[in-house]
């Protein structure tokens, strides 16, 4: 008798008051509770054939000579204007096309530095002796 009660004062208050605010609401039972799911987006897989997703297919864009990543190891000391600076981050091998070598540093341009994006930055010799960057020369015969 007393859940019929309760039920049809539920009624009557939400008809008098459709809208309560959140001041008036001190309980709502567990049978009248609703829980709103929003759909959550799937995780993008980025596509490694768009260059801004891909290191060296940017760098291919600026040398289309160039070799396969298998076969591209460092044999320079120093960084080259068009040569690519070569750095390891955590074990995964990152390239970048030398676009200015400056007494503060070399201006590099790359994709996917930051995942997805393309730009240029500019590697300080301290930065670059930091990680132990390596230099590619694209135009030796090695």
């Known amino acids: 008798m007393n859940n019929l009660l309760f039920s ?3 009624i009557l208050i939400q008809t008098l008051n459709p809208v309560p605010t959140i001041n ?8 009248h509770a609703q829980v709103i799911e929003q759909p959550l987006e799937a995780p993008t897989v980025p596509d ?12 291919k864009s600026k040398i289309p000579t160039l070799k ?11 960084p080259n204007l068009n ?20 007494e503060l540093g070399i201006w590099i341009s790359e994709c996917n530095y930051e995942a997805g994006k393309c ?16 230099f590619y020369r694209p135009d030796t015969m090695d």
């Not at 396969?68 to 120093?78: A, F, G, L």
């Not at 390891?88 to 676009?99: A, P, Q, R």
């Not at 930055?121 to 132990?132: E, F, G, I, M, S």
């Open 68 to 78: 396969p990543t298998k076969d591209i190891k460092p044999n320079s000391v120093y």
């Open 48 to 59: 490694i054939n768009r260059m801004e997703n891909n290191c060296y297919l940017y760098i």
């Open 119 to 134: 730009g240029k930055r500019l590697l300080t010799w301290q930065y670059l002796k930091d990680r132990k960057a390596e």
């Open 24 to 31: 008036e609401i001190t309980h709502i039972p567990v049978a």
């Open 8 to 10: 049809i004062g539920t």
């Open 83 to 102: 040569g690519l600076t070569i750095i390891n981050y955590d074990g995964v091998i990152h390239y970048m096309f030398n676009e200015e070598v400056k």
